[in-house]
């Protein structure tokens, strides 16, 4: 991501303190959220009902909730619905994250919901989505979580 800003200064805030944050919010969801990535692995062949989270992975989902309701109340510019004004390398960081929102059907309060709704309407990832929904692999696991997460919604 950094080296795609170095090519596209715009892809982070120009505002110096909403860079700092989204700098700081990115490297959190590069190096964080264990317990949420392993209970709820990225498929976006699949659409969950969901089930209760445990403690470690609600405490994931609470942190990423605080995250995006924290800059869209502080940094969010205008109508728009990212995190820090315009589009940027955050934004980007936390789609796989709304994509898992979606795909195991976790209820979020409506800022969020709405973020997680944006992201999932953006051009790049409905082209992203529509290339993984593409792939033929099939993974054994994947079957697990269907029957674990109540199947398909």
């Known amino acids: 991501m950094e080296t795609l800003a170095e090519q596209h200064p715009a892809m982070w805030p120009a505002n110096a303190m909403a860079r700092a944050r989204a700098r700081s919010t ?41 995250i995006w309701e924290e800059a869209r109340t502080w940094f969010a510019t205008g109508d728009g619905p990212w995190l820090f004004g315009d589009f940027s390398v955050a934004d980007a960081m936390f789609a796989p994250v709304a994509c898992r929102f979606d795909i195991y059907n976790v ?44 199947g398909p919604r």
């Open 107 to 150: 209820p979020l309060p409506s800022v969020a919901a709405a973020y997680r709704d944006a992201i999932l309407a953006h051009p790049a990832l409905l082209e992203w989505r529509a290339a993984g929904l593409l792939e033929s692999e099939a993974h054994a696991h994947y079957d697990r979580l269907a029957d674990e997460y109540g």
């Open 26 to 66: 990115s490297a959190e969801m590069h190096a964080g959220f264990t317990a949420l990535r392993t209970a709820m692995p990225m498929n976006l062949k699949l659409r969950l009902k969901g089930k209760p989270a445990s403690p470690e992975v609600q405490r994931d989902i609470d942190r990423v909730v605080e």
